[in-house]
């Protein structure tokens, strides 16, 4: 039996990513609005009710009105807005990085699609805080850098249009960011961390870095403990990938990057392991966005959580 969903913010870059991983697919038919509906409230009510599942592709606001009109007792929501990120109401949706979240967003009603930048400091650090391998009252950093499509509209002319001289920006130089506290509360973390993202001349694409001074940090693990822990953590996963072999002489994000729902761990040693940083690489559109909101889907929808993805 085939499950109608309702893409609310379809013309937008995630709900066109979502869209296009959904084409072909027999299990779902999508629920679609004419262009001169999308902005009538009735209309939009009628979708939202009428769907078994509604992913939302909106600011926050706006997300948050279209779940107060949702009240259907069957309708089942993905929001990838921020709004409901760190609402423990919602199951957060990003299956792999805790033990028991899987089985907690197959049976959720609400599940909240995870940051970009997020999913790559989360995937990094949660399971070794877990593991208490790396303390939960360190003050952690994140260096991070991101291709331009997840800035919306806006920043997309800035760098795609007449006259863009744009090669790196960097933003939230207020250090308030609001993955910030995203990532405190779902790393079960003391202190908030400091963050610093950037943008380069890339559509998609994003490498997420925390450092650590293993010498200094209390009853930290070694390097190769770390790497066999998240090793350990994500086997058998076939979204996550922990490389393990022989740190690479350089990781490179490429312009012209392709789609990709893959997230690829790394844990890279100094010579005499006193230092480590850890990298994630991810596509910020495809494990960070669309790819996560489809993953999410098909394991509320009891299907195979690969399908339509770009492994």
């Known amino acids: 039996m085939t499950k109608s969903i309702f893409i609310d913010g379809a013309a937008g870059t995630t709900g066109l990513e979502i869209a296009d991983r959904l084409s072909g697919r027999a299990e779902f038919t999508l629920i679609l609005l004419d262009d001169d509906k999308r902005k009538d409230p009735a209309a939009k009510r009628e979708a939202l009710n009428d769907a078994d599942f509604v992913i939302l592709c909106l600011p926050d606001d706006a997300a948050k009105e279209a779940v107060a009109m949702t009240t259907s007792s069957y309708t089942r929501i993905i929001d990838a807005s921020t709004a409901y ?60 850098v991101s291709g331009y499509s997840g800035g ?29 506290p995203e990532m405190q509360v779902h790393a079960s973390l003391a202190h908030a961390p400091i963050f610093a993202p950037a943008v380069v001349r890339a559509f998609r694409g994003m490498i997420v870095e925390v450092p ?71 596509d910020n559109l495809g494990k960070g966005a ?14 195979d959580e690969t399908a339509g993805l770009r492994l």
């Open 85 to 144: 990120r760190i609402d423990p109401d919602w199951a957060y949706g990003f299956a792999e990085y805790r033990i028991g979240q899987r089985d907690r967003i197959a049976s959720a009603r609400w599940v909240s699609n995870p940051g970009c930048y997020p999913t790559g400091f989360l995937g990094l650090v949660a399971p070794l805080v877990a593991a208490g391998l790396i303390p939960a009252d360190w003050p952690y950093t994140v260096n991070a």
């Open 152 to 180: 919306g509209k806006a920043l997309i002319q800035r760098l795609e249009g007449e006259g863009a001289d744009i090669g790196f920006r960097t933003y939230s130089l207020d250090l308030a960011h609001k993955h910030v």
């Open 212 to 282: 650590l001074p293993l010498f200094a940090m209390p009853k930290a693990g070694s390097a190769d403990a770390l790497r066999a822990a998240l090793a350990a953590h994500y086997a058998g996963s076939p979204v996550v990938t922990v490389h393990t072999e022989a740190a690479p002489s350089e990781l490179l994000m490429h312009a012209d990057q392709a789609p990709s729902d893959r997230l690829d761990l790394y844990v890279l040693a100094s010579p005499d392991g006193a230092q480590v940083r850890l990298l994630a690489m991810l």
């Open 290 to 303: 669309s790819g996560a909101a489809v993953q999410n889907l098909n394991i509320m929808a009891g299907l």
